[in-house]
């Protein structure tokens, strides 16, 4: 066991390696070789460690599943899934008050689960959605909000690579994680549509109305998209109902236990490809997209080996015991600690990634939050929900970066205006975090029917 010295001298090597520039695979593992060394003295054995831990981790069956979700994502993103389903779900709302950026909601909630990545569907929004929306005389603030926070669905509604992490990190069954997000991002869809329809009711001008779309030179009864011929609107209401069915059937057949998710991401990615070559995909594009996804998933599973190697040591050398045993005897609430764990993962999300937040802070946040009684479906969707906060949170918001990447031709726009639109979603996110809190049945009770 390591004394009170040795553990702060551990944790301060760690957030300073970290917040110097390092990559947080390189950081978690200098941290794990060196707590093995102040253990044992000797270089050998935390070198037969380290090999150790990797082998097992890199051939642990359940590796696959990121991958294989990321390629499934990859193919239906490739062949225009995203776009396709914006121009439908536009068509189909054109009576709803604000019903392009009610379609950006709703299509980033059926994007999210093609692709489980935030950022993807930020900088992929931001290219699809915005023009037609600036076009149309939408308040440039309200835009850029909209994709911006309705981004943050891409990590809660599954497939999440977040859960998929969370699961491997914390051996809890990724499929539950899957069903248990189901709920929670439909409540925050909801959330975040009402709050448009409310802007579009009360402040019309912020949403094309016709005061501000006669001043952008648009005629205020302008079709959203361009009208479509019924045999294309045919076509891409077949691809989306597809893609939809896809997806659907493979986290039917995960939760019904026809299959594992391993598994279920093999012939997700499988029939992906089948729609995306009958959708039109050529064979370039196909070795493009799974060149694309060995360069994403190759540094997660790095990552994720030397999260593996941090937490064993977290557990061998006492630390995670100290933490819990100081949070526990600390005289304070169980609430007050949750509150404290969901600002720490705010202000984390200012500065560093998501996944990289949750390798960090989970295999000491989880052992204390089951010491403390929160159930742990619901505690994993507060994190998830949380680190997706911290991405709107200034001044480092990672979403808002994307999107203001994403669209180099509003040269005077800055990350400010982003930051101030994306304020109602970030108020969403908080308040649906405090529910869940509240009322864990909302994460849980959905997995426990397929009990």
């Known amino acids: 066991m390591f004394s009170v010295t040795e553990m702060l001298a551990l944790i301060g090597v760690l957030l300073v390696v970290v917040f110097s520039g390092t990559h947080i695979a390189v950081a978690l593992g200098i941290t794990a070789a060196l707590g093995i060394y102040f253990m044992q ?48 779900i536009n068509r189909l709302t054109r009576m709803v008050p604000g019903r392009l950026a009610v379609a950006t909601v709703l299509a980033n909630a059926i994007f999210a689960f093609v692709t489980g990545v935030s950022i993807a569907a930020a900088a992929a929004f931001s290219r699809i959605a915005y023009p ?46 899957f069903i248990a997000g189901i709920t929670p991002g439909f409540l925050l869809s909801g959330a975040f549509i009402v709050y448009i329809i409310a802007v579009a009711v009360l402040r019309p001008e912020r949403v094309g109305g016709a005061r501000r779309a006669a001043a952008a030179g648009v005629p205020n009864d302008a079709p959203a998209v361009p009208v479509l011929a019924d045999r294309e609107f045919l076509r891409i209401l077949f691809g989306t109902l597809l893609v939809i069915a896809l997806v659907l059937g493979v986290l039917a057949g995960i939760w019904l236990g026809a299959f594992t998710p391993t598994e279920g991401a093999g012939v997700g990615a499988a029939l992906a490809l089948v729609v995306a070559i009958v959708k039109g995909l050529r064979l370039r594009e196909i070795f493009e997209a799974i060149l694309s996804v060995g360069r994403t998933s190759a540094p997660i599973l790095l990552l994720l080996v030397c999260a593996q190697l941090y937490a064993r040591v977290l557990s061998m050398t006492g630390i995670t015991g100290a933490a819990k045993a100081l949070f526990l005897q600390a005289g304070v609430s169980p609430w007050e600690i949750l509150a404290v764990m969901v600002l720490i993962w705010f202000v984390l999300g200012c500065v560093i990634d998501s996944i990289s937040i949750l390798l960090i802070t989970v295999p000491v946040f989880v052992p204390i939050a089951t010491a403390l009684g929160f159930d742990p479906l619901a505690f994993a969707i507060i994190g998830i929900l949380a680190v997706e906060t911290g991405l709107l949170t200034p001044p480092f918001g990672i979403l808002v970066f994307t999107v203001k990447a994403a669209l180099p031709e509003e ?24 529910c869940i809190a509240v009322f864990p049945q909302i994460a849980t009770w959905l997995p426990n029917l397929g009990r």
């Open 411 to 434: 040269k005077d726009m800055a990350v400010g205006e982003i930051f101030r639109g994306a304020v109602p979603y970030w108020i969403a996110l908080l308040t649906v975090i405090v």
């Open 41 to 88: 003295g000797d270089i050998e054995i935390v070198r037969n460690f380290v090999a150790q831990t990797a082998y097992e981790a890199l051939r642990d069956y359940v590796f696959a599943v990121i991958p294989l979700f990321m390629l499934m994502g990859e193919f239906l993103a490739k062949c225009g899934a995203a776009k396709d389903m914006y121009v439908l």
């Open 132 to 177: 037609e929306m600036k076009r149309h005389g939408y308040d440039r603030k309200f835009a850029v909000g909209c994709i911006a926070g309705s981004a943050c669905l891409g990590m809660l509604i599954p497939p999440s690579v977040l859960m998929i992490v969370w699961g491997i990190l914390t051996e809890q069954s990724i499929g539950q994680l």
